[in-house]
């Protein structure tokens, strides 16, 4: 089966510099690769997802890269403010069975 | 208009006893999740529902068992409760097919002493 692998588990970065964190995965049937947010105390959101037939999708100051050949992507959060403080789960998932399989999570704290 | 409700949300209960979280989604999907958090945040899924069917059933115990009684609602009941069973368990839904967005409910706080 999928198995994800995310890093890193923790993240800080001053506010205004750049965050990336990065995910494998091993099914090569994968292809399509969500990423949610989790505020504390709440739930895991989407926050951007991109499909297998695209390399890089940019949705403002947070944006995904793809290479299937690698089997990893990533996510890039810009110019970072205090509210991207958060726990983000990169996933995968492949057509057969619809099961998304998340990483870990990432905590990234934003500085100020 | 909450999308995909859970009750209850918070719930502290004895070892052994038995426990229900219900779960109720109206964004008309076909596809229903429990997903459970530990205290590390993993994400783990649990059990997948497509049109009141059982389709993903994951190394849970058999103290678990979900109940689909139509595509809108899955309950989760859970008997013989153990310490380990504490986290956070949330229910989503998703529209059957590649590439949908998965919609979490707010997560139901699950403690067991």
């Known amino acids: 089966g999928e198995n994800v692998e995310q890093h890193p588990s923790t993240l800080s970065v001053q506010e205004g510099d750049s965050a990336v964190i990065k995910c494998t995965y091993s099914d090569s049937a994968s292809n399509y690769f969500p990423w949610y947010k989790q505020e504390l105390g709440k739930r895991p959101q989407l926050i951007i997802d991109i499909r297998s037939n695209v390399g890089e999708k940019k949705d403002q100051r947070i944006a995904v890269t793809l290479n299937k050949t690698a089997k990893h992507f990533s996510l890039h959060i810009t110019e970072t403010q205090p509210e991207d403080s958060a726990v983000y789960f990169c996933?995968?998932?492949?057509?057969?069975?619809?099961?998304?399989?998340f990483g870990k999570g990432t905590r990234l704290h934003i500085l100020p | 208009d909450t999308a995909v409700s859970q009750t209850p949300k918070y719930l502290v209960t004895q070892m052994g006893n038995d426990k229900s979280i219900k779960c109720e989604q109206n964004l008309g999907h076909d596809t229903m999740y429990w997903y459970k958090q530990d205290s590390k945040k993993f994400l783990k899924i649990m059990f997948s529902y497509n049109n009141k069917e059982l389709i993903i059933n994951e190394t849970v115990p058999n103290r678990f068992s979900p109940k689909s009684p139509d595509k809108a609602h899955l309950n989760l009941h859970i008997n013989s409760l153990e310490l380990g069973d504490s986290a956070v368990y949330f229910c989503?839904?998703?529209?059957?097919?590649?590439?949908?967005?998965?919609?979490f409910g707010e997560g139901s706080w699950l403690t067991v002493v």
């Open positions: 996933a995968a998932s492949n057509r057969q069975d619809d099961k998304i399989i």
């Open positions: 989503a839904s998703s529209q059957a097919g590649l590439g949908n967005t998965i919609y």
